[in-house]
């Protein structure tokens, strides 16, 4: 963004040459020589920069106070960051004197008698230059934009996605010692309320982390390595879990301790049923559920259900029928649960609120993104304004040579919006490359990808060109409807 506003405002200051060459001439006359106008243009520049800074941290401290501070990690007060005020002062420096460096040496650069021709600011050279630079502007909308609505779509894929088990109707509690030892009278408690079916418990909440306890032991004389979920005997049939091969838990189970491993342990290990990993029998597969988050894939895993003597229980899944309010049925579980709490507080939400609390940095960054994206889009089309009236300036007399030949104001329009149709095709293309290439790296963070959808490049580059074109209409309309005679004279 800043490098994009960096370029724009050398563009613009580029347009205004014209209208400041009858100024810098008068200086030459009057004594001053190319090294002082240039020094004093680049001392303007700079000071420009500053008071955008200025207002930049203005808009920070109103953001301060606002939802936005929820976007980031970081407390983004300025009294707390003096080091980075001054690092961005230097930016802001350093932005201020490159981007008046090329005009102050572009506007000292010609002799008078060339300028009086008025011909100067259209050579072929000075319009490679302004396109080039419009074009690193474009491409840079076009990647923020396109990569904004890949995040969007990753994220609500992501949301969405099935998971193998049902987290809907899902209310999930931590759990305490005293809870654990009286989980019976608990989960009647819990059921008094009519709308909640079921109670179960594990030792961890699903889909939330990267990675659970890892177990190393020996299968066949084999050193294996799996991630395992100590859970009750009802898990399985509460989240309704599908056993593809086997049987699930029973509560008998707990004398001795069984396991139910995935199916991708399953292939990956050589395990079959009714055989033992540590003096604990496997009795059943399921397939792969998403027992981690999505920025996983699938590893070896393994619910177990412990041996009496040890209880791991850390959390408890309690299911609300589709039926009931879920609203009611929290406050029911919040004062059975506070009947157990001692001096910590236990948490208790709904599941898909954690589990979308989950993939919040991704949403923050993709909004981020998308804020981004708007501010790149004004500062394009400012710069496209910018050279249109830069444009304006040379061409008046052209276009009133046109209109006397037969033109009129929808050919004049065209006649402005072609080069930059042109040139926005060629960022369009550009930006697709650098996007995909980008998005497709990002989406090798999770097991679960969103397809890179072609209507996504399509609908971008549509939206930047409608709103390019009708900003360069809007602007050309004047010299397309003026008197032709008028700007010949003049």
Avoid at 28 to 48: C, D, F, P, Q
Avoid at 355 to 360: I, K, L, R
Wanted: proline letters at 3%.
């Amino acid at each position: 963004i800043i490098i994009v506003a960096g370029i724009n405002f050398m563009n613009m200051s580029m347009a205004l040459v014209p209208k400041r060459m009858k100024s810098i001439n008068m200086h030459k006359v009057l004594g001053s020589t190319n090294i002082s106008i240039r020094i004093n243009y680049i001392l303007e520049s700079v000071a420009i920069g500053l008071l955008s800074l200025l207002i930049g941290l203005g808009f920070v401290f109103l953001a301060s106070n606002t939802p936005i501070v929820s976007l980031v990690d970081a407390d983004i007060h300025l009294w707390k960051h003096p080091g980075l005020i001054l690092v961005t002062f230097s930016i802001a420096l350093l932005i201020g004197g490159l981007s008046g460096l090329y005009p102050s040496f572009y506007i000292t650069s010609f002799q008078p008698a060339l300028v009086l021709k008025g011909n100067f600011g259209m050579t072929i050279k000075a319009k490679k230059l302004r396109q080039v630079l419009i074009g690193i502007q474009f491409i840079t909308t076009f990647v923020l934009i396109m990569a904004s609505w890949f995040m969007y779509l990753q994220n609500h894929h992501l949301r969405h996605a099935d998971v193998g088990y049902d987290r809907d109707q899902l209310i999930l509690s931590s759990v305490n010692s005293r809870i654990v030892k009286s989980k019976n009278a608990f989960t009647q408690q819990l059921k008094s309320f009519p709308g909640i079916t079921d109670v179960t418990y594990a030792a961890s909440a699903l889909s939330t982390a990267d990675n659970y306890n890892g177990w190393n032991t020996q299968y066949n004389g084999e050193k294996i390595m799996f991630q395992w979920i100590p859970v009750d005997p009802s898990f399985i049939d509460v989240m309704n879990i599908q056993v593809s091969e086997g049987r699930g838990f029973r509560e008998e189970d707990q004398k001795v301790g069984k396991y139910i491993f995935n199916e991708k342990a399953k292939y990956e290990f050589g395990l079959t049923l009714n055989t033992l990993v540590d003096s604990a029998e496997i009795i059943g597969f399921i397939p792969n559920i998403q027992y981690t988050t999505f920025r996983t894939a699938a590893a070896p895993m393994a619910f177990y259900v412990p041996s009496g003597q040890k209880d791991y229980t850390q959390y408890a899944y309690i299911k609300v029928k589709a039926s009931s309010d879920m609203k009611s049925a929290l406050e029911h579980v919040k004062s059975v649960v506070h009947e157990y709490e001692g001096e910590k507080p236990l948490q208790i939400r709904f599941y898909d609120e954690i589990f979308n609390q989950v993939y919040e940095k991704e949403q923050n960054l993709t909004l981020l993104i998308s804020l981004f994206s708007i501010i790149a889009i004004i500062i394009s089309i400012t710069g496209v304004l910018g050279l249109v009236f830069f444009e304006n300036e040379y061409r008046q007399k052209e276009i009133g040579i046109r209109k006397v030949l037969g033109a009129n104001e929808i050919d004049v329009l065209v006649l402005f919006n072609k080069s930059y149709l042109t040139l926005l095709v060629a960022c369009f293309t550009i930006a697709c490359v650098v996007t995909h290439y980008f998005i497709s790296q990002w989406l090798e963070n999770f097991s679960l990808q969103t397809p890179l959808h072609w209507w996504v490049f399509g609908a971008s580059g549509v939206l930047v060109l409608f709103i390019t074109l009708g900003s360069i209409s809007w602007q050309s309309w004047r010299t397309a409807i003026s008197n032709p005679l008028e700007t010949m004279k003049s």
